[in-house]
């Protein structure tokens, strides 16, 4: 689908040049994240259900997302960089679904596998220390999943 009002080409390289310009932003944001919900995470009890993912997941995916999608249009906040932004070899519709696949389908499925690396660390951490390791957010995943099954 390629024409001379919408490229995908031209998303793609939209999408490639906003996590270049911000793998800085990006990287400060993961560890900030990481270590504020570490707290939570160890300080909750060992216990089979998975509130800790439930609590900790969503947080991360519905308040993060809200930070994340405010910060995904920095471009735009002072004049020279709006300016340039603007000026971009790319028509207004390309600017616009780039940052609506960075927030809607990258920012959920990075946070998915992100939180998943984190929890199979922080699991390991915690088992070394107290000896038994919480449950693993996989079976977060499977308590939904068969939560949703019909009976």
Excluded: C
Excluded at 43 to 48: E, M, R
């Amino acid at each position: 689908m390629e024409n001379s009002n919408f490229s995908i080409q031209r998303i793609f390289w939209l999408i490639r040049n906003d996590i270049w310009q911000g793998y800085k932003l990006i990287g400060i944001f993961a560890l900030a994240i990481l270590g504020f919900f570490s707290i939570p995470y160890f300080s909750l009890d060992i216990n089979p259900n998975p509130t800790r993912h439930e609590l900790i997941y969503s947080l991360l995916l519905i308040g993060g997302g809200f930070i994340f999608t405010s910060v995904i249009f920095r471009e735009l906040y002072t004049k020279p960089s709006g300016q340039f932004y603007l000026t971009l070899p790319a028509s207004h519709l390309e600017k616009l679904t780039s940052k609506w696949l960075l927030s809607a389908i990258l920012y959920p499925v990075g946070i998915t596998i992100g939180y998943w690396f984190y929890t199979i660390i922080a699991n390991g951490i915690y088992a070394s220390f107290i000896g038994a390791a919480p449950s693993s957010f996989a079976s977060f995943w499977q308590a939904e999943s068969n939560r949703m099954l019909p009976v």
